[in-house]
């Protein structure tokens, strides 16, 4: 894929049908959260007002990117951006603990692009755990490095190989992928990474939990040695701290400060006692005068699917995403939401994961998370850019 171009005569052209499910809702994650943590008022406090050091124009990297930038309309660097670029200009490996929203892609990108236009024998690897997020990086990126002429290959699963393979005949310098994809590629000897010597894992923590540390380890270990490694977590807790350790070194941490759930999402319970009175609840949580956009949570392929027909069905217009769709329906229905021809989208975690919707008025998880980690990353889609959001969470009556 160059980068000049657009994207029709590129590797991208490839869109996927999703048919591998790494899902994460497997039943032995499940947790028992106690009701009451998912009741909580939102907290309106003034914005902690960050100030930069840097404006991007600053930053020691080339014009095209800035360039780039500023036909983005990036002006000034979010707290991670500001701090990441400058350590990772001078070389440094870097540990960024900072969720979707926190313009972490760039964070990554802008450093990375510059040092591929400026040495073209370097080659990185950027690894994500779903699809959607890989091609997110991948809008970013072909963004930032449009006119450099770097060229790309994105690697996800689901999908023919062939114009994959096509792609990586032109040996590119950009790998964007999700790891068991990525994988295939090099057991079948189509994708040799050896003199990879920059290496992104997105959404680390993620990859963990989706099962993915056996396909990354090996990944890692096939890179150059002498590697300048960028990991971005939402956690750095328990086995993703010892991961990390491991595969970096001598990293900066940089922490974008984060609560462990939205301070200005506002969260309540809806009880329900039958089926019949969880859609009519639904329903009139729908109709309600402030909800405006709503994100609701349902666990499985077929449930999602279900509760899409019965909105349909009263009359809403909604749309679904999981895993069971094929990736150009997905795209769809994220696009429709986004620009908000549908109001309401059904999904269920994984294919919701890293969805940057800003103007998400509510969540409402229909059924439980897996985990509170998992409520948090559900709750934090609403209250997106300061605003303040709501999550309701319905919660079965029991006498
Ligand atoms: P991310 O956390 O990387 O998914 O970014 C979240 C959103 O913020 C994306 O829509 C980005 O395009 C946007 N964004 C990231 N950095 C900046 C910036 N410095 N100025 C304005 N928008 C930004």
């Known amino acids: 894929m160059p980068y000049n171009n657009t994207r029709n005569n590129s590797s991208f052209r490839s869109r996927p049908n999703f048919n591998r499910s790494r899902s994460s809702s497997s039943k032995s994650r499940r947790q028992y959260i106690d009701p009451n943590k998912f009741i909580k008022t939102a907290k309106v406090t003034e914005a902690e007002v960050y100030i930069p050091k840097n404006k991007f124009v600053d ?48 964070a990554f990108l802008v450093p990375v692009l510059n040092k591929l236009i400026s040495d073209k024998s370097s080659r990185v690897i950027i690894l994500a755990p779903t699809r959607e997020l890989a091609e997110q990086i991948e809008d970013q ?67 963990l939990d989706m099962g993915f540390i056996d396909d990354i380890t090996e990944i890692i270990n096939q890179t150059s040695t002498d590697r300048q490694s960028f990991f971005f977590s939402a956690t750095m807790e328990g086995k993703v701290k010892v991961h990390i350790d491991k595969f970096s070194n001598n990293p900066a941490h940089i922490m974008v400060k984060t609560s462990d759930t939205s301070e200005n999402v506002n969260q309540n319970v809806v009880n329900f006692s039958t089926k019949e009175d969880k859609i009519v609840k639904l329903h009139d949580i729908l109709i309600s005068e ?96 300061g605003r303040v959001g709501h999550a309701l969470t319905f919660i079965e009556k029991r006498y």
């Open 59 to 106: 930053f020691n990297v080339n014009e095209i990117i800035k360039t780039n930038l500023i036909n983005m309309g990036y002006e000034t660097p979010s707290p991670i951006q500001d701090q990441t670029i400058s350590l990772a200009l001078e070389g440094k490996d870097i540990v960024g603990i900072a969720n979707t929203g926190t313009g972490k892609t760039a």
């Open 141 to 207: 990126t072909r963004l930032i490095a449009k006119g450099s002429g770097l060229f790309g290959a994105i690697l996800i699963g689901g999908v023919s190989m062939q114009p994959q393979l096509s792609d990586l005949r032109k040996n590119p310098q950009i790998i964007i992928g999700t790891p068991g994809r990525v994988k295939d590629h090099i057991e079948r000897r189509t994708l040799r990474i050896h003199d990879v010597n920059m290496l992104v894992l997105d959404e680390f923590d993620r990859m």
């Open 290 to 385: 402030q909800v405006n956009k709503t994100l609701i949570f349902d666990d499985t392929h077929r449930n999602v699917e279900k509760l899409n027909d019965e909105l349909r069905n009263r009359g809403f217009d909604s749309e679904a995403i999981h895993g069971g769709k094929s990736q150009a329906a997905r795209q769809k229905a994220l696009r429709n939401f986004k620009e908000s021809k549908v109001k309401v989208l059904v999904a269920t975690d994984v294919a919701a994961r890293g969805i940057d919707v800003a103007d998400i008025t509510h969540v409402v998880n229909f059924s439980l998370p897996q985990t509170y980690d998992d409520y948090v990353h559900r709750i934090g889609r609403a209250g997106r850019a």
